[in-house]
């Protein structure tokens, strides 16, 4: 009978399974959002943002179900709901960043901007290759830790992006056109939010680290 029942509860592995399908829809959002700040398919790609983001929510409502209804959890089932919670506040703030974009009907991006989307790409690939190595995070700890530091990397390079671009913004519209100057500098800050989101996954992953080694 007891077999039975434990057959009904989540496995451990399920953890690793919802980890690694919200970290394929984390990947699906940068990269339109990346094509979206390079002015390619517009609507296509805001409309990408939006499934793939309630999609990530219903992952990470599933995993926290899980949390709750099993015996075995992988690692700290506070550490478990942390990182998931973490990892989709990343694709909410890219779903809050396009909702500005909408509301100031901006259909045109600068470089900055294009460079801070090529960012977002590489950090959201760093987290999909990361959370497919917790199952194993005592063999992957070194690598795990290398790719929490280059999170970090891409999120200080984001911040000089950040900083120059406003700087650009500044020369360009700061005398001659307010308005302009304050929706480009919203768009640079909910951008630079996105990397920000994502070295708080980073910081999780590098405490689940240490705790499991």
């Known amino acids: 009978m007891l077999g039975w029942f434990r057959k009904l509860l989540p ?7 919802l980890f690694a399908a919200h970290a394929e829809t984390i990947v699906g959002a940068a990269e339109a959002m990346n094509a979206l ?3 390619q398919d517009r609507a296509d790609n ?41 990892m989709d506040d990343t694709i909410d703030m890219m779903r809050k960043t396009v909702k500005t974009i909408l509301l ?3 259909d045109s991006f600068d470089k900055g901007m294009q460079d801070i989307g090529g960012d977002i790409v590489r950090a959201a690939y760093l987290i ?3 959370v497919a190595l917790l199952k194993m995070t005592g063999a992957n700890a070194a690598r795990l830790s290398a ?3 280059e999170v970090t990397r891409v999120e200080g390079h984001s911040d000089d992006l950040h900083e120059a ?3 650009m913004l500044f020369r360009t519209y700061g005398k001659t056109d307010a308005m302009s100057f304050l929706i480009g500098r919203e768009v640079y800050g909910e951008l630079e939010k996105v990397l920000d989101r994502f070295e708080d996954v980073a910081k999780e992953i ?4 240490l705790e499991n080694v």
């Open 11 to 17: 496995h451990e592995d399920k953890f690793f399974d």
């Open 128 to 130: 999909k290759e990361a």
């Open 104 to 106: 100031f009907e901006c």
């Open 46 to 86: 805001i409309a990408k943002i939006f499934a793939l983001e309630d999609k990530a929510d219903h992952i990470t409502h599933e995993v926290l179900l899980a949390v709750r209804r099993s015996f075995i959890t992988p690692f700290d089932r506070t550490d478990i709901k942390d990182l998931i919670q973490s």
């Open 206 to 209: 590098s405490g689940i680290v």
């Open 165 to 167: 671009g406003l700087k």
């Open 147 to 149: 790719i929490a530091e």
């Open 37 to 39: 700040l390079a002015g």
